[in-house]
């Protein structure tokens, strides 16, 4: 599932690929796969959508909001957003397929589950999509150690773990169980970790480790894990996951162990990240 580096990285290809098209067909399949989630009725979008010419796109946390003049589109994580060119292959799954005049397309197909909503602006009060809006990137410099330890400091925070703060509660909307590997792996501290028993030091290093392995993934195209807009794979190399595992860790060659935790799978290292 794209989280906030992949998101970055889509809404700007979104933005340089659609500059002036405009949407001539809007098409959903006629049953929608179940774990599609829309905003109102989706055979009403074309209504919605149609003549409209696109404006921009950005990354809300780790969703993506296209702008069609006063419309939105906004796709949560989940959903995979590729491009088409005029003679490329239709995508038989997606669940949202708007054709523009010059013949190029986009689809949207859905992984596991994920949002589709479409609404003129103004009109959609989803709490994911506000608080999304209203919390700062860890890609910007507003979401600063000041920032990061206000957020740490709420009532309660202690008994959380590692993984519990910072992936539950869109506390940083679109850093979920993905990112965090590589985060918690970079700061040497261990997915389970009590925030209560963390020093002033560690708070420090999960601070810049958030910030860094962000902006490095958004800047090597995001997660190898993922696709981009085009459909390839992002430049970033993961160090903690699924194609790593039982390897050796890259800093102290234990080997990279996974567990199940809180409604996801957890990659680490019992050498070097501690608990
Ligand atoms: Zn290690």
Redesign the pocket.
């Known amino acids: 599932m794209i989280e906030i580096p992949e998101a970055f990285v889509i809404a700007n290809q979104i933005d340089e690929t659609l500059a002036s098209k405009k949407v001539e067909k809007v098409e959903v399949p006629a049953k929608p796969n179940k774990y599609s989630f829309y905003f109102g009725n989706p055979s009403e979008y074309w209504r919605l959508l149609n003549g409209a010419v696109f404006s921009s796109a950005r990354a809300l946390g780790g969703m993506v909001e296209i702008s069609f003049e006063s419309r939105r589109l906004v796709l949560s994580d989940g959903a995979v957003i590729t491009f088409h060119d005029k003679d490329g292959t239709p995508e038989s799954k997606s669940q949202l397929t708007i054709t523009f005049g010059d013949g190029t397309s986009l689809t949207v197909r859905i992984q596991l589950y994920g949002g589709i909503w479409c609404f003129n602006e103004g009109e959609f009060n989803n709490k994911y999509y506000l608080a999304a809006q209203e919390k700062p990137s860890p890609l910007v410099d507003q979401f600063n150690e000041a920032y990061f330890l206000r957020i740490l400091d709420f009532a309660g925070a202690g008994k959380h773990s590692l993984k519990s703060f910072l992936a539950t509660e869109q506390r940083i909307p679109g850093l979920g169980n993905g990112t965090l590997q590589d985060i918690a792996w970079t700061s040497g501290l261990h997915p389970k970790i009590k925030i209560e028993s963390l020093s002033d030091e560690e708070r420090g290093r999960l601070f810049s480790s958030i910030r860094s392995v962000m902006k490095k993934m958004a800047m090597r195209g995001g997660r190898d894990s993922e696709k981009d807009f085009f459909g390839n794979r992002g430049g970033y190399t993961t160090i903690m996951g699924k194609g790593t595992y039982g390897k050796p ?1 890259p ?4 080997l990279i162990e996974r567990q199940d935790y809180l409604g996801g799978k957890i990659y680490f ?1 019992s ?3 501690k608990k």
């Open positions: 860790c800093r102290c060659g234990a290292c050498g070097c990240q």
